[in-house]
């Protein structure tokens, strides 16, 4: 980015009734963040949901201060930054419709073409939630997945510790600036996360860990993620939250039981009873139910030679999915120019071909 596209675009953060469903909504119709501030009054008044209180913000000099003072910050720290727009934007969390304008990253971490989970429970873990942790990963290993989780007490960093003992990117999204770590006692990971994943958020540096922070930083996970996992949870808590994101953005959930008597098993337990997660005992189960299993590279890298013929419509979405790997309906009618009830009769026609395979949470993946 620009130096400017990056002071427009953090000046529409810290406007108040703009959030990041209204900017991208601005974006959207004036073209540009920079043209958000430019174009008329009588041109933004047009667009819905934009008031009075709106506009006055968004010629408030105090909001560019204070943009100009974050971007000098980024920019002398040499913060990496993902605008919603960049290619290098998380492509799961690019869908959702409420994912941050900005993300802040920190680290190695290499998210194309890859296995994306996220992993979350209670702060207070118990033996049995850390031998799942440590079950979980281990299994999961041989598949390379990138491990996402909050790097708070208990599930958190049990599961991003595995990760690391494992060798796997794991990704630590925040709810504060990159310039601190919460909880402190975690600083002694840092080096090692940040040289095989790190650190992700969508907070300024002025920004404190504080709890509204924890609950808007949930999205992310729940979002840049094809599947999110529980392992104990209480009856009420923050990897909850996650799980309810993760459903609304029609992902998968999956989460692992526990004896109906304890206590942060209550929680998974009635994800599992309310049909809002499947139950997983083992990583295998998550494997199948994902698809992993039937996943496997053509030893010379080469696309599969399909010895069934396609129409027009039929091998753009092959090769597509070929491409890019598993996808939902509407990504697949949005980048192959298709419309989407096209799309929904050619999947099915692909299906009975067998060229492509539906998977669990509304995605299609080439064979």
Request: proline share 3%; charged share 25%.
């Amino acid at each position: 980015m620009t130096t400017n596209e990056l002071v427009a675009v953090l000046r529409l953060q810290c406007i108040p009734n703009i959030g990041d469903v209204t900017a991208k909504k601005l974006i959207a119709h004036c073209g540009s963040p920079m043209a958000v501030f430019s174009d008329k009054r009588q041109l933004l008044e047009k667009i819905d949901g934009i008031g009075s209180v709106t506009l006055r913000g968004l010629r408030d000099a105090k909001y560019l201060k204070m943009a100009e003072a974050e971007a000098k910050y980024v920019q002398e720290q040499g913060v990496d930054v993902r605008y919603f727009l960049d290619e290098t934007y998380p492509k799961y969390l690019k869908h959702c419709i409420d994912g941050p304008l900005l993300l802040f990253k920190r680290g190695n971490m290499n998210l194309k073409g890859r296995k994306i989970i996220s992993v979350v429970g209670t702060r207070k873990i118990t033996g049995y939630g850390t031998a799942l942790c440590e079950q979980l990963i281990s299994d999961l290993a041989p598949l390379d997945p990138i491990i996402v989780s909050g790097y708070a007490y208990g599930v958190d960093i049990c599961v991003q510790k595995a990760a690391i003992k494992h060798g796997l990117q794991t990704i630590g999204c925040l709810a504060h600036g990159l310039n601190q770590t919460y909880p402190k006692v975690h600083s002694k990971f840092n080096v090692a996360i940040e040289a095989n994943g790190g650190f992700l958020t969508e907070f300024w540096s002025t920004s404190n860990p504080e709890r509204e922070h924890f609950l808007r930083r949930n999205r992310i996970i729940a979002g840049m993620t094809e599947a999110t996992i529980v392992i104990e949870s209480a009856e009420k808590g923050g990897s909850l939250v996650t799980a309810d994101i993760a459903n609304s953005y029609s992902r998968d959930v999956f989460a692992f039981p526990g004896r109906a008597q304890d206590k942060y098993s209550i929680g998974c337990n009635n994800l599992i009873k309310q049909q809002k997660a499947h139950m997983i005992t083992h990583a295998a189960d998550l494997i199948f139910m994902l698809g992993w299993e039937l996943e496997a590279k053509e030893e010379n890298g080469t696309q599969k030679q399909l010895f069934v013929s396609l129409e027009n419509n039929e091998q753009t979405i092959y090769d597509y999915l070929h491409k890019e790997g598993k996808q939902q309906l509407d990504s697949i009618a949005l980048e192959c120019k298709i419309p989407v009830f096209k799309v929904s009769s050619t999947l099915l026609n692909m299906e009975m071909k067998g060229v492509i395979r539906p998977l669990p949470g509304k995605l299609f993946e080439a064979i």
